[in-house]
């Protein structure tokens, strides 16, 4: 263990003591029943002690379960607590990260709970697994252990009936045009980026947005959902790069890329160049904020732009808009029949929020109880509230109805966001997106971007491999990622960024560029790394 100051050490003192005080039975008893567990909760959480919907599970599985929660210093505590080998049977919520799940799996600190995950013990989660083995491998480390139960909100177009479950963030960017201004000058929704590029010199000439204020086209700069990866379509990909993992691309045959050191991409920036230095692309792109974007779309000056969604950055001028399809190559080029769009996963599942020690006695009685809650219907109480306050009733289709504000004022004097943030659970659980609009109703705004994925965007994806967000790494590759992932990072936005203002690069510029990314940032090391990663992922799948 960990050599601690005498500060902790009395800091131990304090927290054992407290322990002994508090009646919990002595750990290592296979006939145990009662658990401590020891972790986080929401600032408005009036606890779990209360919760119906857990006293009711605790009621069913034959447990006692002392919670042990804090809103706060939960990251000091848990550090005193596993310095000084005074462990809880259990941490929930402590969203302990990659590194903290390969050091205390390791040591022993965490227990391996795979051999309790079967239909007889886990009934609930062996099913999910079984139908969802993605889920499993994002929480299956290194080594081929599970240190921890999944937790995971899965916003996925199965939730509106598609046969590929595509999360909500596999395309994070919709580009945009005005129709309105395009009518005006007589011109049709442009196809490939040589129309594209007429379109917005029309726009700039004809000022639409008035005089001296019209800019052409406005995004930001390499940003998740506003930038201006989704043009480069015309040249093979899109990066939507805000992360390194966001700059890889999974290909079919089960290989990984940097698409930042592909020709394609050479020749993606060099052409977009041209659109800057004519004044068509924003001159603030590579500066401005996400407020200054809304103000100048909103205020009527943009023709087109990228965004999550057409009303919330259009605000009172949503109805000029329309989605600007993923365009062709430029005319003439070897490019003038390609467009293709990469799809990005979700945020995955983690295993940091459930993680049973070494000092639990009875993992199986303890895990039997956690089973239940990824039963569909308490997951969404769990998530929102209990049935009979935040959910009402059933509606004619059988999925449950949520409180409305105006009655959760009347009978419980809070709005129905705050009566939500009282009885909301965090720790393990999993949200499909086959639960939505079956067990309980999806947010209308989800849904319908869920259909604008599956409609406008997806017939333009030529593959749907995806490099997940959830892939686990050893301790020797997190020190490889940990030493050269800034960096490399860092230098690609700031080449990209050159390029696309100044012009270039020349074939030396360009050898130059990649010879640094390789010398410098461990290009091939980081390539390494995440290919492994996946390679594993897949394979566990």
């Known amino acids: 263990m960990k050599r601690i100051t005498a500060i902790v050490l009395a800091l131990v003192m304090v927290f054992a003591l407290a322990s002994c005080g508090s009646g919990t039975q002595t750990r290592g008893d296979e006939n145990q029943n009662e658990f401590l567990i020891v972790g986080g909760m929401s600032a ?30 939960l990251g000091e505590k848990v550090g005193v607590l596993i310095g000084g080998n005074q462990l809880p049977d259990a941490f929930i919520a402590c969203n302990f990260n990659q590194n903290d799940l390969n050091e205390y799996g390791s040591d022993g600190t965490f227990i391996d709970i795979t051999e309790y995950i079967t239909p007889e013990i886990m009934p609930n989660l062996s099913a999910i697994l079984e139908k969802h083995p993605e889920i499993k491998s994002g929480i299956t480390q290194a080594d081929g252990c599970i240190y921890g139960l999944p937790s995971g909100e899965l916003m996925g177009t199965a939730a509106i009936g598609a046969d590929d479950d595509l999360s909500i963030y596999a395309i994070p960017e919709f580009s945009m045009i005005n129709k309105t201004w395009l009518d005006e000058l007589g011109l049709a929704v442009p196809t490939n980026l040589t129309e594209l590029h007429d379109v917005l010199v029309a726009f700039r000439d004809a000022e639409k947005g008035g005089a001296g204020s019209t800019i052409p086209m406005s995004t930001g700069y390499d940003q998740w959902c506003w930038g201006q990866e989704i043009f480069y379509a015309g040249f093979g990909f899109t990066n ?114 459930l993680n049973v020690t070494s000092a639990c006695g009875n993992p199986e009685l303890l895990l039997k109880y956690f089973d239940q809650w990824y039963d569909p219907e308490v997951t969404m ?18 999925v449950w109805q949520t409180i409305t504000d105006d009655a959760a004022k009347a009978q419980f004097g809070k709005s129905s966001g705050e009566l939500k943030g009282q009885y909301e659970v965090l720790g393990p659980r999993l949200i499909l997106a086959e639960y939505y609009n079956k067990i309980f109703y999806m947010e209308d705004r989800a849904t319908e971007r869920l259909h604008q994925i599956e409609e406008y965007w997806m017939p333009y994806v030529q593959s749907p491999a995806v490099y997940p967000n959830d892939v686990t790494f050893t301790n020797d590759e997190l020190e490889v990622i940990s030493r050269y992932k800034a960096d490399f990072v860092s230098q690609v936005a700031e080449y990209e960024g050159t390029w696309l203002k100044n012009g270039g690069p020349t074939d030396d510029e360009w050898n130059a560029y990649l010879k640094m990314l390789e010398d410098n940032c461990g290009m091939s090391r980081l390539l390494d790394v995440y290919q492994s990663a996946y390679t594993r992922y897949m394979s566990n799948k």
């Open 381 to 398: 109480q769990l998530q929102y509230g209990p049935i009979g306050i935040y959910f009402t009733e059933k509606d004619a289709n059988g």
């Open 240 to 353: 939507f790069t805000s992360d390194i993992c966001f700059d890889l691309i999974a290909n079919p045959d089960g290989t990984v890329k940097f698409v930042s050191a592909t020709d394609e991409y050479r020749d993606a920036v060099t052409y977009f160049h041209d659109w800057y230095a004519e004044g068509l692309m924003d001159l603030e792109m590579f500066s401005q904020s996400t407020s200054q974007l809304i103000s100048k779309v909103s205020g009527g000056r943009v023709g087109v732009t990228t965004w999550w969604e057409i009303k919330e950055i259009a605000g009172d001028h949503t109805d000029d808009f329309v989605f600007l399809p993923p365009m062709y190559g430029p005319q003439g080029t070897k490019y003038a029949q390609t467009r293709n769009v990469n799809i990005r996963s979700g945020p995955g599942v983690t295993s940091g929020n």
């Open 44 to 73: 408005l959480s009036s606890g779990n002690d209360s919760n119906p919907v857990l006293v009711e599970l605790a009621e069913k599985a034959g447990v006692e379960i002392e919670w042990d929660l804090m809103s706060d210093s």
